[in-house]
Every structure is written in structure tokens, then in C-alpha cells.
């Protein structure tokens, strides 16, 4: 069976989110950011979003948001880490890649945390 490229996406979300969801703890704060960030991104672009998590990583949940972004990125190949540089001194074609992966990833990502954290945090 061949995988659509949002086959893969719901994969990679579904890996990074079961190991949040599996922390009480961070599950909550995991949420709510994954909930805000597509708009983030919709509404001041990538690299807005990308500075915002860059200056706030030393909280967990955004840390993880980072990573977990830059590890889906860099599978596509489109740009490596450390992403806000790369995407900075990107050519406007992959600039515009990255930023729409983000964004679609961005909104899976977010559909999964809702299922899965909410799901287990009612159990």
C-alpha cells in the first residue's frame, strides 16, 4: 500500500504525541500550544512562529513543539536544524515549502493531541 505524504504526517504526529499524552504532567500544556500553534503560523508565518517557540524552549512544551516540528521538517528534507536559521537564510522556494509543511503538520499534529491527550486525560 503506498503512504499519501499525510499518511505520514498522521504518523509522525501520532509517534511525538502518544509520548506526550503518556506524561500527565506535560499532556495539558502540550495541548494548549498545539492548539494555538497552526494560527500562529497562519497569522504571522513561520518564522514569527518558529521565534516565538525559540524564546519560550525552556519550558517544556514549547521546547517539545520545537523539536518535534524540526523533526518533521528535517525528514522532508527541506530544511535542518537549527530551523529558524535555516529557514531565515532560506531561497524563497523552500522558505514557502517549509512553511506550508509546518502548517499542515502544525494542524494534524493539533487534531492528535486533541484526540489523544484529551482522551487520556478523561481517563
Not at 15 to 22: E, F, S
Not at 92 to 97: H, K, P, S, T, V
Request: avoid cysteine; charge should be positive; hydrophobic fraction near 50%.
Amino acid at each position: 500500500m503506498r503512504r499519501t505524504l499525510h499518511d505520514l504526517r498522521l504518523a509522525h504526529a501520532y509517534g511525538v504525541v502518544k509520548i506526550i499524552a503518556a506524561q500527565p504532567a506535560m499532556a495539558p500544556a502540550y495541548l494548549a500550544l498545539a492548539r494555538k500553534f497552526p494560527t500562529m503560523i497562519q497569522r504571522n508565518g513561520l518564522g514569527q512562529a518558529l521565534s516565538f517557540l525559540e524564546v519560550r524552549k525552556e519550558r517544556n512544551e514549547f521546547a517539545l513543539m520545537l523539536a518535534h516540528l524540526a523533526g518533521w521538517i528535517t525528514t522532508r528534507g527541506i530544511l535542518t536544524t537549527p530551523l529558524l536559521a535555516k529557514y531565515i537564510a532560506a531561497n524563497f522556494e523552500d522558505a514557502r515549502r517549509s512553511e506550508h509543511e509546518a502548517l499542515a503538520w502544525a494542524i494534524v499534529n493539533k487534531s492528535m493531541a486533541e484526540a489523544m491527550i484529551t482522551r487520556t486525560t478523561r481517563q
